[in-house]
């Protein structure tokens, strides 16, 4: 198990970094020296909560010193001044990766990834919360909601019947939030009755 890093996937072709959708990204000689000749994929990470900041930096081209290339495992690779391979650790059980998890969310963190062979899967823990629903954006489905959190939008799944009309009272689950303090991946659970709500 390792620890999930919220990063953007690219791969490193022996000369380049390109991401999942073939496009090329133009990262400064000194990011790339000493990288093999050879395939490594892995993600552009700007540590913990860095996210939102990946796109600027590889937009403008400036900023690449608070950025690594993080390999993902299993991958021969000894590493560079701005490349190392993502540590992993034997899970021993259920609550070994609990704990795992916890310290790395605790800090800031997603999640975790576990890889058996060619399997690997993440684990993240979701919260949830309560929101007021204050618009209905028809043309996506989606939602403008407020709650503890502030005011944003939150996703709704494919639905046969209406969604939560404005003044409803909505569950909505979300993992960790973004740089201005606003839920990240907030998605719609359902709709409760007002009297079931929790007090904040």
Known sequence: MSEKLDGWFVKWNGSQFTTAS???VEAPEWFTRGL?????RGELWGGRGGFESIARIVRTGSGWERLRFAVHPPAEFVGTAHASTIQETVCRGRDHLREFVGAICAAGGEGAMLRRGREVHKV???CDAEAVVREVIAATGSLVVESAHGTFKLACPLREDAPP?????VSYTFAGFTALGLPRHARLMRERPAETMVAA
Do not use: M, N, Q, Y
């Not at 093999?36 to 490594?40: A, T, V």
């Not at 009309?165 to 009272?169: E, L, M, N, R």
């Open 36 to 40: 093999p000749e050879r395939e490594l």
């Open 165 to 169: 009309g404005v003044g409803s009272i």
């Open 124 to 126: 993240k823990p979701s």
């Open 22 to 24: 073939g496009s090329t």
